[in-house]
């Protein structure tokens, strides 16, 4: 019986832990920088019919005719980019509803891109958080992505929580209410992108793909899906900004790589929270991404 007793409790004291979410970062990058009106850093790209702007939360949504998307009004060469975003409850397979740089527009075929994307899900599924980072064209026709996936401390569809990609000339970081949950560092040129960026919203129909590799597909009986953006957040370099320009950094000391505190924080989060890490994929041919 004491043996009994001893595993039930080694069973449920981590999860006990893991429903507290991860240890205080320490630092809090967001709070450092002020908001955004949408108007004064972004425009509507496409589906402005499907889009709207309430007391500074904009609302996107998709439904059979249409999605929408969101672009900033400048390229930026650094920095910190985020939003607080709070997503739609329910059935949601095969919607996107992202955060991300790209400069797709520019370099057609051969893009940059660093991607927060919400893989929508069915109603006894949480959500995935995907990350991704595209380096000149990877996206684009033989696709080498380099996809880390996370589950969340807390329900993403009950409020708005902060969301953000820090990149800098040596690091890309995401973080999700400042608790950073990936770290990319740059280990050569040929993985990391150095190219000027546009910050982009935008939800939208991913059904070959987004939900479980495509087993389950958009339900256009559960239409509209909606997403939710407010605090949008940038404190960037611009693409022709000068060379002293600096952004905001990604630790508190100032210097590359995360606090002792931080890392913690992320390994907590890698350790009971990602459920996937192209780099372990025994699928992928791994002389295509070197950086692992």
């Keep these: 019986m004491a043996l009994l007793v001893y595993l039930i409790f080694l069973f449920m004291f981590p999860l006990c832990n893991k ?3 991860p240890p205080s970062p320490g630092y809090y990058p967001s709070s450092r920088i002020g908001s955004l009106g949408f108007h004064q850093g972004f425009t509507n790209l496409w589906g402005p019919q499907h889009q709207t702007l309430d007391h500074a939360t904009l609302t996107i949504w998709l439904d059979r005719t249409s999605g929408s998307g969101f672009k900033s009004l400048n390229p930026y060469s650094s920095g910190y980019f985020g939003a607080a975003i ?5 059935y949601t397979a095969g919607v996107i509803t992202s ?3 790209s400069n797709n527009e520019e370099h057609p075929g051969n893009h940059d891109e660093i991607d927060i994307e919400f ?3 069915t109603e006894d599924k949480p959500y995935v958080l995907q990350t991704n980072v595209y380096i000149r064209g990877s996206g684009d026709g033989n696709i080498i992505g380099r996809e880390m996936k996370f589950h969340l401390w807390f329900d993403p569809t009950q409020d708005f929580h902060h969301y953000a990609i820090l990149w800098n000339p040596t690091e890309i970081i995401f973080l999700v209410d400042d608790v950073p949950i990936r770290r990319y560092p740059r280990k050569s040129d040929s993985t990391f992108p150095t190219r000027p960026m546009w910050v982009y919203g935008s939800i939208w129909d991913a059904s070959s793909w987004a939900t479980e590799n495509g087993k389950y597909k958009a339900d256009y009986n559960h239409q509209p899906f ?4 407010k605090d949008f957040k940038i404190d960037g370099c611009a693409a022709n900004a000068a060379a002293s320009c600096r952004p905001i950094s990604g630790s508190p000391s100032g210097s590359v790589g995360l606090s002792h505190q931080q890392l913690a924080a ?7 929270y990602k459920v996937y890490d192209y780099c372990r994929d025994p699928e ?6 070197p950086e692992c």
């Design 19 to 21: 429903a507290e979410g």
């Design 86 to 90: 709070k997503l739609q409850p329910g």
């Design 99 to 101: 955060l991300y740089l």
């Design 119 to 121: 893989l929508g899900t």
């Design 226 to 229: 909606v997403g939710k953006y």
């Design 266 to 272: 992320m390994t907590y989060v890698q350790d009971n």
């Design 284 to 289: 992928r041919d791994h002389r295509l991404t």
